[in-house]
């Protein structure tokens, strides 16, 4: 089916702490045409795309809309080669119903990670974040089947297999770990109950 209400002119900026570094609003104006392979490039010229080589830390990518525009929009980010790799990854957003929750998606290569997943909305209100998710739920899926699933992450496996550094603040918030085999993954993050709120998916990787 369709994708409707995608975001028509999406911008992207990536961040080291609060400076931006790189930017990109139409993908054939950057370098992304010069130095990522042919299969990564975006296909509408509105697309935005770069190519960028990061040290050691942490980074932001913000995408948003030219002029303010709105819509459901995707972020990746690919590694491309070199030695480093992404050690998590996470995503906050606004998350509605239907084709608007919020949807992650990952591989894993080479060997078994045991992945750490979480699901975040009533505890963002404490970082000055508006209108949070009031019950997340987290769902892992391995092409179209469901493998895991987490509402309330005092009820799964969280709490006795992740460091407690990584348990959410909120019982309303979702955790669960598992050991995934090369191949790529989807995490979705949606409201109990259809209700609606900024979230915040993330992706830990703890090791074999």
């Known amino acids: 089916a369709e994708l409707k209400g995608v975001l028509l002119d999406p911008r992207l900026r990536l961040f080291s702490g609060q400076t931006v570094i790189a930017e990109n609003d139409n ?27 990061l040290a050691n830390g942490q980074f932001t990518a913000i995408v948003d809309g030219v002029s303010g525009t709105t819509g459901v929009a995707l972020v990746e980010a690919f590694n491309a080669g070199g030695p480093g790799d992404f050690s998590n990854i996470s995503t906050r957003s606004k998350v509605r119903v239907g084709d608007e929750v919020m949807i992650g998606g990952f591989i894993t ?21 508006p209108n949070p998710l009031l019950n997340p739920r987290i769902r892992l899926f391995s092409g179209q089947i469901v493998i895991a ?60």
Not at 37 to 46: G, Q, V
Not at 111 to 118: H, V
């Open 109 to 129: 290569r080479s060997q078994p990670m045991k992945a750490i997943l979480r699901g975040l909305g009533p505890s963002l209100a404490a970082n000055g974040i």
């Open 149 to 208: 699933e987490n509402d309330d992450w005092e009820k799964g496996n969280c709490k006795t297999e992740a460091p407690a550094g990584l348990w959410p603040k909120d019982p309303r918030e979702s955790c669960l770990v598992i050991t995934l085999p090369p191949g790529p993954y989807t995490a979705i993050v949606d409201g109990v109950g259809a209700t609606q709120g900024v979230g915040l998916v993330e992706v830990f990787n703890s090791g074999r």
């Open 27 to 53: 993908w054939e104006t950057g370098n992304c045409k010069s130095e990522a392979p042919p299969a990564l490039w975006p296909k509408d010229p509105h697309d935005a795309c770069l190519v960028m080589t």
